[in-house]
C-alpha cells in the first residue's frame, strides 16, 4: 500500500511520528496525523485545511485533543450518550484526577520507548491509513495523497472527526474544500 503514497502522504506519515516524539507519546495516533498535515505546505490539502479555517484554529483544536484526552478518549458523542443515562463525565474525571492528579485518565501519553525508537500505530491511526487507500480507490485514483488521508481522518467515526466537525470540517465540507462545490463526484464522468 506504501508504494501508492505520493511524496506529501509520505511525509505526512513521517510528520505524525514525529508529533508523536515531540509529544512523547507511546504510538502514533488518528490525532498525530491530523496534526501532521495541518503541518504540511503546498498542494490541495494544504489549501482546503486553510479554506476551513483550520490553520487559523489550531489552538483550538490543540484544547479540543488534551479535553479529549483528559477525558480517557471519549468522544462528545459517548459523553453525551452517557449523560443521558445518568454518567456526568465531567465528575467522574475530576475525582479521578483529585485522587490520581491531573490528566490520570489521559490516553496515549506514556513513558518513552527507551528500547527502541520505534512507535507503532495505534489501531486507529491503521484504519486511517487502510481507509485512504479505500477513499483513493473509490475516487479513481491510483496514489494515496495528503487529500485522502484528510478525507479518510473525517470518515472514521472517533475524537478526530468529532474534534473537526466541531470546527466546521466534515467529511462533506472537506471533500468541497478538496474538490469544488460538486465534492468532486463529477470527475469520473468527465472524459
Known amino acids: 500500500m506504501f508504494e501508492r503514497f505520493t511524496r506529501g502522504a509520505r511525509a505526512t506519515v513521517k510528520g505524525a511520528v514525529a508529533q508523536a516524539e515531540r509529544a512523547g507519546a507511546d504510538s502514533v495516533t488518528e490525532e498525530h496525523l491530523l496534526l501532521a498535515l495541518l503541518e504540511q505546505e503546498g498542494g490541495r ?3 482546503a485545511v486553510t479554506s476551513l479555517g483550520l490553520h487559523d484554529r489550531r489552538a483550538s483544536l490543540d484544547a479540543a485533543f488534551a479535553e479529549a484526552r483528559r477525558r480517557g478518549g471519549l468522544t462528545r458523542a459517548d459523553t453525551d450518550a452517557l449523560a443521558d443515562i445518568g454518567i456526568d463525565i465531567g465528575a467522574i474525571v475530576s475525582r479521578v484526577e483529585g485522587a490520581h492528579g491531573e490528566g490520570a485518565l489521559a490516553v496515549g501519553r506514556g513513558g518513552r520507548r527507551w528500547w527502541s525508537g520505534h512507535r507503532p500505530f ?3 491511526a491503521k484504519t486511517v491509513l487502510e481507509n485512504s487507500l479505500r477513499v483513493a480507490l473509490g475516487r479513481g485514483d491510483r496514489f494515496i495523497g495528503e487529500e485522502h488521508l484528510l478525507l479518510a481522518l473525517t470518515a ?11 470546527h466546521g470540517a466534515t467529511h462533506a465540507t472537506v471533500r468541497r474544500a478538496l ?6 463526484q463529477g470527475h469520473a464522468k468527465a472524459g
Open 45 to 47: 490539502t494544504s489549501f
Open 122 to 124: 495505534t489501531p486507529g
Open 156 to 166: 472514521k467515526p472517533g475524537v478526530v472527526a468529532d474534534v473537526l466537525a466541531e
Open 179 to 184: 474538490y469544488g462545490p460538486d465534492g468532486g
